[in-house]
C-alpha cells in the first residue's frame, strides 16, 4: 500500500493570509492526487483531483500542484468558511490510501 | 444534485456482523461509476473498504477483504456493505461515496454520504 504523510498535523494561520499544506507518497503516484477538505460532523468534500485540477464548485482561492511523490494544496486567502482538515488521497495503485490529514486552524 | 445516504444499527456485537445499507438519489446506479465504503477511526484515519461497479466488478481493501462484502441493487437505487466478525476495532464511522475510475489510476470519491457512526460493543 502506498503511504501518504502530510507534514503537519496542525497549521495556525490567520484570516485573509495563505495557508500552504504537503502531502507525500511513498512512491510514485505521478498527478493521481486529490485533495479533501472535511468540517467536523461532516463528510470529505472533494477539492482537487489529477493533483491540480479543481472540483465543480471549489472557489479559486484552492490550488493543488506537485507531481510524483510531493504534492502542495495552497489556499491562497483564508476565509472563516475554510477552517477545517484537509487529506490528500492517492489513486495511482490499488488500494486508494489517504493522508493522516492537516488541521487548519485560526491563528 | 447526487445525494447518498447511510442507515443502519449504531451498534454491533463483537464477531457479529456490520450490515450497512447506502441510498443514491440524484443518479441512476447502473449508468456508471464505482459505489462504495470509506470508513473513518481516530486510530487509522480514512480507510477505503471497498468499491463496486453496477456490473458486479468489485475491488476491494486486501487488508479487509476476508470479511468484507460489498453488494449493489440498481433497481432499488441502493448498495450495501457486510463485514463479518466484528471486533471492537471496526469502530469508526462509515460514509458510503461514489467513485470515479480513471483509466489509467485507481479511485477517486466524488459524492459522499454523511457517514454513521458504527460502534462494536457487547
Known amino acids: 500500500e502506498i503511504v501518504m504523510t502530510q507534514s503537519s498535523v496542525t497549521l495556525s494561520v490567520s484570516p485573509g493570509e495563505r495557508a500552504t499544506l504537503s502531502c507525500r507518497a511513498s512512491?510514485?503516484?505521478?498527478?493521481?492526487l486529490a485533495w479533501y477538505q472535511q468540517k467536523r460532523g461532516q463528510a470529505p468534500r472533494l477539492l482537487v483531483y489529477?493533483?491540480?485540477t479543481r472540483a465543480a464548485g471549489i472557489p479559486g482561492r484552492f490550488s493543488g500542484s506537485g507531481s510524483e511523490t510531493e504534492f502542495t494544496l495552497t489556499i491562497s486567502s483564508l476565509q472563516s468558511e475554510d477552517y477545517a482538515v484537509y487529506y490528500c488521497?492517492?489513486?495511482?495503485?490499488?488500494?486508494?490510501?489517504f493522508g493522516q490529514g492537516t488541521r487548519v486552524e485560526i491563528k | 444534485q447526487v445525494q447518498l445516504q447511510e442507515s443502519g444499527p449504531g451498534i454491533v456485537k463483537p464477531l457479529e456482523t456490520l450490515s450497512l445499507t447506502c441510498s443514491v438519489s440524484?443518479?441512476?446506479?447502473?449508468?456508471?461509476?464505482?459505489w462504495g465504503w470509506i470508513r473513518q477511526s481516530p486510530g487509522k484515519g480514512l480507510e477505503w473498504i471497498g468499491s463496486?461497479?453496477?456490473?458486479?466488478?468489485?475491488y476491494d481493501n486486501p487488508s479487509l477483504r476476508s470479511r468484507v462484502t460489498v453488494s449493489v441493487h440498481t433497481s432499488m437505487q441502493k448498495f450495501f456493505l457486510n463485514v463479518t466478525s466484528v471486533t471492537a476495532a471496526d469502530t469508526a464511522v462509515y460514509f458510503c461515496?461514489?467513485?470515479?475510475?480513471?483509466?489509467?489510476?485507481?479511485?477517486?470519491?466524488?459524492?459522499w454520504g454523511q457517514g454513521i457512526l458504527v460502534t462494536v460493543s457487547a
Open positions: 489529477g493533483a491540480s
Open positions: 488521497q492517492q489513486y495511482n495503485a490499488w488500494p486508494p490510501s
Open positions: 461515496a461514489r467513485g470515479v475510475l480513471g483509466p489509467t489510476s485507481t479511485l477517486v470519491f466524488d459524492y
Open positions: 512512491q510514485s503516484v505521478t498527478t493521481n
Open positions: 440524484g443518479y441512476s446506479i447502473n449508468t456508471g461509476y464505482y
Open positions: 463496486m461497479y453496477h456490473s458486479g466488478k468489485t
